[in-house]
């Protein structure tokens, strides 16, 4: 199983950055997707997740209304489109796939509940 996040890099505040995340050997549109972010000295958070169909998606406080998750299951990519960044956004970016009975809240923000994670890719929000 591999999952290869890429679009990582340097933007000033207010920028706009879009992640990709190619995912192969596993069977992609069975599995729900997340990202994840985690910056230097503090732990891994949830960004956004997205259902097994792309029918449903949730995202963090702190993105709501800025970034937008999207899949295709047909190319076996998941995306994440990320507007008007802040500083506070800077952190390195994972994507991540888990098997989920139900769509629920509480499971799809945990990354406990994803089985299978990517290498990460850096962004940076310069002020």
């Known amino acids: 199983v591999q999952l290869q996040a890429s679009g990582g890099g340097l933007v000033q505040a207010g920028g706009s950055l879009r992640l990709s995340c190619v995912v192969s050997g596993l069977f992609f549109s069975s599995y729900g997707m997340g990202w994840f972010r985690q910056a230097p000295g503090k732990e891994r958070e949830f960004v956004a997740t997205i259902s097994k169909s792309g029918s449903w998606t949730y995202y963090a406080d702190s993105v709501k209304g800025r970034f937008t998750i999207s899949r295709d299951n047909a190319k076996n990519t998941l995306d994440l489109q990320m507007n008007s960044l802040k500083p506070e956004d800077t952190a390195a970016y994972y994507c991540?796939?888990?098997?989920?009975?139900?769509?629920?809240?509480?499971?799809?923000?945990?990354?406990?509940?994803?089985?299978?994670w990517g290498q990460g890719t850096q962004v940076t929000v310069s002020s």
């Open positions: 991540a796939a888990g098997l989920f009975s139900t769509i629920n809240v509480v499971s799809h923000t945990k990354s406990s509940a994803y089985g299978h």
